[in-house]
């Protein structure tokens, strides 16, 4: 068994990466322009470290299904009942995340850091997203959204880049 997962690709560099898992102290949750400024300062700071090459930051790491979020998706074009939308995990990555722990940039673009709040959604996803939901197309400039367009929170999001995919939930899962 050893030897076999060990073979397994996980789909991410595992060399010459330091990971670190932070949590937010305090009793009141920061807002989210509090939480991106931290972010952004952070990663700064740690970008300007002897011998850092690179930095990013990610909701759950690769193998480590610690925080396990799944979304229900709406593609652009494709009319679904609520109750049949396609499911899939859903992750938020900063820019440089993937180049930092080693997941390839297939197709298309990384996260920039003039990609926020302010700006159109945009959104990255993996080689088995796109096989899954886009079979035979280039999904660069196909809209996704997570939910239901009926949901007031609801908005589109383009894609655009296609990532290497990764194992999130050990190295035995798909």
Same mark, same amino acid.
């Given at each position: ?11 991410? &560099?595992?060399?010459? #990466?330091?990971? #670190? %898992? ?19 300062? @952070?990663?700064?700071?740690? +970008?300007?470290l002897?011998?850092v ?5 990610v @909701? ?10 799944? &979304?229900?998706?709406?593609?652009d074009?494709?009319?679904? $009942? ?8 859903? %992750? @938020? #990555?900063?820019?440089?995340?993937? +180049? ?5 940039? @297939? ?6 850091? !003039?990609? /926020?709040? #302010?700006? =159109?959604?945009?959104? *990255?996803? !993996? %080689?088995?997203?796109? $096989?899954?939901?886009?079979?035979? $197309? ?8 997570? /939910?239901? =367009?009926?949901?007031?929170?609801? %908005?589109?999001?383009? *894609?655009?880049?296609?990532? /290497?995919?990764?194992?999130?939930? /050990?190295? +035995?899962?798909?």
């Open positions: 068994t050893l030897a076999a997962l060990s073979a397994t690709d996980p789909g991410f &560099s595992e060399r010459e #990466a330091v990971t #670190a %898992q932070l949590w937010v102290p305090g009793s009141e949750t920061p807002s989210d322009d509090e939480l991106r400024s931290f972010q952004s300062a @952070l990663l700064q700071r740690v +970008r300007s002897p011998g090459t690179s930095a990013g930051s @909701l759950s790491l690769p193998v480590d299904s610690t925080v396990n979020m799944r &979304s229900s998706y709406s593609i074009g494709r009319v679904v $009942e609520r109750t049949s939308l396609p499911t899939a995990g859903l %992750q @938020l #990555a900063s820019p440089d995340y993937f +180049r930092t722990i080693g997941i390839p940039l @297939l197709r298309g673009r990384d996260f920039a850091d !003039s990609d /926020g709040p #302010a700006s =159109p959604p945009v959104m *990255i996803v !993996s %080689q088995a997203f796109a $096989e899954r939901f886009f079979p035979g $197309e280039d999904p660069i400039g196909k809209r996704v959204g997570t /939910g239901h =367009p009926e949901d007031d929170d609801f %908005q589109w999001s383009t *894609i655009v880049g296609v990532v /290497g995919s990764t194992r999130h939930h /050990g190295l +035995r899962a798909e």
